[in-house]
């Protein structure tokens, strides 16, 4: 059974260039999160996708959107990419629509460097 | 305010002591709480959660007391292992329908051979 699954591990991309990253959840669930993770801090939410819509949002920029697929797969976008975007972004899956009572299932993420 | 704050960032202990993790969270209508553990290189992985109208649960090895009188939680680690060295996060999850988890900054728990 497998995990959630994130592609590609690694990325290294230019300041102003555009980045999609991507996301398999595990396997029975249909909501999937992003998370922003900086180094030495929390994960910080970015999003939630469940039947293909946003439902919840965090504090981020418009630069950063993302879609679900009807078979549960996401992706995270971001536009203008800026130095201070070098993070690993981590995504995270559950199951249902009021998973809000469930933890998360994370991915081991994509560490994004843009220089 | 939506945060969830740890009192220590860094926590080193002998192997075969008990760990004691502590967190402070800010949302008073917060009802379900989570503690993940993340090692080097992966992202987090759940370990223990509980909801608001309880106030002690325990797993295997684990247990997480809430106190929502000072809106305070901890994780207690029993015969701390080398394995468990890793950073540990305690989070909230936010509305219904539509959630976010809101992440602690991380301690980073050290276990001395």
């Known amino acids: 059974d497998a995990g959630v699954t994130q592609s590609p591990t690694h990325l290294i991309k230019t300041r102003g260039q555009q980045v999609t990253l991507r996301c398999s959840p595990k396997s029975g669930h249909d909501t999937v999160s992003w998370y922003q993770q900086a180094l030495g801090q929390g994960p910080q939410f970015i999003f939630q996708y469940y039947e293909e819509e946003e439902r919840q949002r965090g504090n981020f920029p418009d630069r950063f959107s993302g879609h679900q697929y009807p078979n549960y797969s996401s992706e995270l976008n971001v536009n203008a990419l800026l130095l201070g975007d070098s993070a690993l972004y981590l995504c995270?899956?559950?199951?249902?629509?009021?998973?809000?009572?469930?933890?998360?299932?994370f991915g081991n993420g994509t560490r994004l460097t843009v220089t | 305010g939506e945060s969830v704050g740890l009192h220590l960032p860094t926590l080193s202990v002998q192997e075969g002591d008990n760990s004691i993790i502590n967190c402070a969270y800010s949302?008073?209508?917060?009802?379900?709480f989570i503690w993940y553990k993340q090692e080097s290189g992966k992202g987090p992985q759940f370990i223990i959660d509980?909801?608001?109208?309880?106030d002690k649960r325990q797993g295997q090895r684990v247990t997480v007391l809430l106190n929502k009188t000072v809106k305070h939680l901890s994780l207690q680690i029993a015969a701390t292992q080398p394995g468990d060295s890793a950073v540990y996060f305690c989070a909230e999850n936010i509305g219904t329908g539509g959630f976010k988890t809101i992440f602690g900054a991380g301690t980073r728990l050290f276990v001395k051979a």
């Open positions: 995270a899956s559950s199951q249902g629509q009021n998973s809000y009572n469930s933890p998360l299932h």
């Open positions: 949302n008073s209508a917060s009802d379900y």
């Open positions: 509980i909801r608001s109208n309880m």
